[in-house]
């Protein structure tokens, strides 16, 4: 492991964390993390979470959250690159096309619904949709767009914790943002604000250990010219210590 991957564990090895809950299995689960390159700085989306919520609150967090079942039936304009798609089924169970692209358009999803905002491209013509959420891609004709979507990393929550989620974490460019609904983001939302910042400095803002160390992981990828062949970074705990392993 090279100096940054040992740094990386280091700190997530070092990090005060309750494991005293029942433990329980990892849940598939997804997030986005919106980039804007458009300026000298790289800027990335966070969300603030309401201080009231049980899990995490007021922390900042990328959104995201678990795989549903219609995740899988719904239409693209375009599918993920061969190599994310390669990337995205090592080291899972059942491996299949469906899972790989079920895993990013969960991560588009869930940005629709604590951002409002849907990433994809507009088309002339409504999406076919599975239901749910998916009927705001209909109503606003927004085609999700795999093929812009970059798998960054993958973590999986330690044992007994009180939530286990085995996350993918992906990126796309703000430029793919075709519709926003108004009103999701609010101060009785799951996220009460969303902020715009550059990589570096959002690393300073009160969130999880993991959501700092997948930043640097996001840096370290736009820096390396977000090429759909970089290594993945998958993050797991065994025996109380930490270890990075590249997909």
Known sequence: M???GQRLTDRMTKSERDQ??????????????????AGPTAKVLLGR???????????FVFPGGRIEALDRAMSAVSELHPDTEAKLLERVANPSAELARAFALAAVRELAEETGLLL????DAAPASPGETWEEFAKA???PDLGGVHFIARAITPPKRPKRFDTRFFTADAT???????????PDSELVELVWMPIEEAATFDMPTITSVILEE?????????AHALPVPFY???DGKFFRELL
Not at 20 to 37: G, H, K, Q, Y
Not at 120 to 123: C, D, H, N, T, V
Not at 218 to 226: F, K, Q, W
């Open 120 to 123: 994809g491209a507009k088309g």
């Open 176 to 186: 793919g943002i075709a519709h926003k609904i108004e009103g999701v983001v609010g």
């Open 141 to 143: 004709k927004v085609h």
């Open 218 to 226: 996001l840096g370290a990828r736009v820096e390396a010219g977000m």
């Open 2 to 4: 090279n100096d940054h």
């Open 49 to 59: 979470r309401h201080h009231n919520h049980k899990f995490m609150p007021g922390k």
């Open 20 to 37: 005293s809950s029942p433990d329980s299995e990892p849940r598939d689960a997804a997030t986005v993390m919106l980039i804007d390159r």
């Open 236 to 238: 797991y705990q065994q």
